[in-house]
């Protein structure tokens, strides 16, 4: 796709302060909470930072969303004859290249949850650490 669709992130950190938070509040028991950062980068803007980070080009091109699904679904149908698992899959490309909007008001409503930590910045701490551990993924 374009990827000017939104990724569903939330950071570690926050992420472990709201299961800390979670465990404290009686009302919490039962109830179910869908947990993200209410301002997501794109893709492209996460994906730039990653490369940034990693002293990579960023990357110039891309597939359509449906190019993807159907070159996807090639490869899943080549890797039953390779018995290697296919570089891409169509659940993949369907997370990358769709939008998916979870209500999030009860982290916030019910809880007072609010992500602290920026993704872009997250993104960037945690693709350094990996680089200067010499992982060149992570």
Same mark, same amino acid.
């Given at each position: @796709?374009?990827?000017?669709?939104?990724?569903?992130?939330?950071?570690?950190?926050?992420?472990?302060?709201?299961?800390?938070?979670?465990?404290?509040?009686?009302?919490?028991? @039962?109830?179910?909470?869908?947990?993200? =950062? #209410?301002?997501?980068? !794109? $893709?492209?803007?996460?994906?730039?930072?990653?490369?940034?980070?990693?002293?990579? #080009?960023?990357?110039?091109? =891309?597939?359509?969303? $449906?190019?993807?699904?159907?070159?996807?679904?090639?490869?899943?149908?080549?890797?039953?004859? !390779?018995?290697?698992? #296919?570089?891409?899959?169509?659940?993949?490309?369907?997370?990358?290249?769709?939008?998916?909007?979870?209500? !999030?008001?009860?982290?916030?409503?019910?809880?007072?949850? !609010?992500?602290?930590?920026?993704?872009?910045? @997250?993104?960037?701490?945690?693709?350094?650490?990996?680089?200067?551990? @010499?992982?060149?993924?992570?």
């Amino acid at each position: @796709g374009s990827g000017e669709n939104r990724v569903d992130l939330i950071h570690v950190n926050d992420a472990a302060g709201f299961v800390a938070l979670v465990l404290e509040k009686e009302k919490a028991i @039962g109830r179910v909470y869908n947990l993200n =950062h #209410p301002d997501n980068p !794109t $893709w492209k803007e996460m994906i730039s930072a990653v490369a940034e980070a990693m002293g990579v #080009p960023v990357p110039d091109r =891309h597939l359509s969303y $449906w190019t993807a699904i159907m070159v996807s679904a090639i490869m899943e149908e080549i890797s039953k004859f !390779t018995k290697k698992p #296919p570089r891409l899959t169509r659940y993949a490309a369907r997370v990358v290249g769709r939008e998916y909007i979870y209500v !999030t008001d009860r982290m916030t409503s019910e809880l007072g949850f !609010t992500p602290a930590i920026d993704l872009i910045k @997250g993104i960037r701490e945690c693709a350094t650490q990996a680089m200067a551990k @010499g992982r060149n993924s992570f």
